[in-house]
């Protein structure tokens, strides 16, 4: 038994951790177990208190990748930034890149993940021909929108439940290079926002906004407006350096002073209002992953991150709601993304994305009175009809996830019966 943690830092589980390294190997009996990709989940969804886990990094090779129609094949423990490196060079990207690329194909297609480009491309299922499914039993089921069409729909999004990718075939994206050009601008309360991510969603490819957290009184929603296309663009091409955040302090810096200084700063800053802005991908798509170990910063306790989608219409009032509540808790965040999705429905059982906007803010974890803010969030998510994404989540009640993801009755039928995840176990109690 090894101590496992994700993103968050918190919660800490015992686990028994078992690599695969032969995606022809049949599963271990080791019930319950569950996959663990890359660990970018924030909570519980990818950990497994007393339990497996069966590390699929070493699953990392490709099988095919065809230059001319832009259809690659490959094992899913490959990060989605090892993707990148084989063929952005021969002009294919991702075609749904979320906040990191530091995370594996099979937990990009077990949690949907989204990106920048919601309103446009949908999530990573939309892009998916077909996967291997490895179940307990020895069988191998191969998934696609024509071939076991149910256990297609509830793998993507089904929370690694269902059983282990094995492989996966993805349409990737054309683009011209490595650029991407837009502009970044301030705007001053949230009617601003909305205003911006309508206009934005028609002509750019990539829309999201930074909200201060800590802006209260006639500052309340002001941020930071970001948005861009693919360039063709004669730089050479470059190499982002990342930097290592080094070490764990015993407190967490981020305070409430700090967070106010960091915001104030960030909005402040001449970037902020930038009309011909021209980023590398990494930097606009990918920044946290500048910084490796980001999460150290939090200290020994971690954080959470609360992660929330709002339907359109209601979505006006309880924004401003939230972000009350939270400086009113002297509890803001760092980092603040705000983002409106796009309607294309997800494919995905328990798939997060769906029409409205979606808010994601991280909190150092200060136990009871974070956990009292995140439920009184979780009050107005419910009340709207809104729902918590899992992969950022630890702390969710039974009764807010049932309600969130209605389906989760119908995944029972698809989960294999040797496994099981802490967060399911945590949601599926009853109430
Ligand atoms: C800085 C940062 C930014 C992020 N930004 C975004 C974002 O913009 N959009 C977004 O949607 N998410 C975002 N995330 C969350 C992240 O993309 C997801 O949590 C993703 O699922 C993590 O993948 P992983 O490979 O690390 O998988 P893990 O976290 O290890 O596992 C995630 C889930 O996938 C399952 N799984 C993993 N591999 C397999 C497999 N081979 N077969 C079956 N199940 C499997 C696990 O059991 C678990 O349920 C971000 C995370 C970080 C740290």
Redesign the pocket.
């Known amino acids: 038994m090894s101590t496992g943690v994700?993103?968050g830092l918190w919660p800490r589980y015992e686990q028994r951790i078992i690599p695969v390294t032969n995606r022809f190997d049949p599963l271990p009996q080791a019930a319950p177990m569950?996959?663990?990709?890359?660990?970018?989940?924030?909570g519980d969804?990818?950990l497994n208190a007393g339990g497996t886990l069966l590390a699929?990094r070493s699953l990392d090779r490709f099988i095919s990748f065809d230059a001319t129609s832009g259809v690659l094949e490959c094992e899913?423990?490959v990060l989605l930034s090892e993707i990148i490196a084989l063929t952005l060079p021969r002009g294919w990207f991702l075609p749904v890149p979320?906040?990191?690329a530091l995370?594996?194909v099979?937990?990009?297609i077990?949690?949907d993940?989204?990106?920048k480009n919601h309103h446009r491309a949908g999530s990573f299922g939309h892009h998916l021909l077909s996967f291997e499914l490895r179940r307990s039993s020895g069988e191998t089921l191969r998934c696609a929108p024509d071939q076991h069409a149910d256990w297609f729909g509830a793998t993507i999004g089904g929370?690694?439940l269902t059983?282990?990718?094995?492989t996966a075939r993805l349409q990737l994206r054309r683009v011209p290079g490595e650029w991407i050009a837009g502009d970044s601008q301030r705007f001053h309360n949230l009617p601003e926002f909305f205003a911006l991510a309508a206009q934005s969603d028609v002509a750019y490819e990539y829309t999201v906004g930074w909200l201060d957290s800590a802006a209260s009184g006639d500052k309340l929603g002001r941020g930071v407006f970001m948005r861009g296309n693919h360039l063709q663009h004669d730089a050479p091409p470059a190499r982002e350096r990342s930097l290592r955040f080094p070490l764990t302090p015993p407190i967490s810096p981020v305070t409430r002073l700090s967070v106010r200084l960091f915001n104030e700063l960030y909005f402040r800053r001449p970037a902020s209002q930038h009309p011909h802005a021209i980023w590398h991908y990494q930097r606009f798509l990918f920044p946290?992953d500048r910084l490796l170990d980001w999460n150290r910063l939090y200290g020994p306790r971690g954080f959470f991150q609360y992660q929330c989608v709002l339907p359109g219409a209601e979505a006006a009032s309880a924004l401003p709601e939230m972000l009350r509540r939270i400086a009113r808790s002297r509890q803001g965040s760092l980092l603040v993304v705000l983002k409106q999705f796009g309607n294309l429905p997800s494919l995905g059982l328990l798939s997060f994305p769906r029409p409205g906007v979606t808010l994601a803010l991280d909190f150092p974890n200060r136990g009871e009175p974070t956990l009292q803010l995140l439920e009184s969030l979780d009050a107005i998510t419910r009340s709207v009809g809104g729902a918590v994404y899992p992969?950022?989540d630890a702390r969710m009640s039974a009764q807010s996830f049932q309600q969130y993801f209605p389906a989760w009755k119908r995944l029972q039928d698809y989960i294999d019966p040797k496994f099981s995840?802490s967060f399911w176990r945590r949601v599926t109690r009853s109430w």
């Open positions: 994700s993103w569950l996959v663990f990709g890359n660990g970018r989940s924030y969804v990818c699929t899913a423990g979320p906040g990191t995370v594996t099979g937990g990009a077990a949690n993940v989204h990106g929370l690694g059983g282990m990718i094995s946290l992969a950022k995840s």
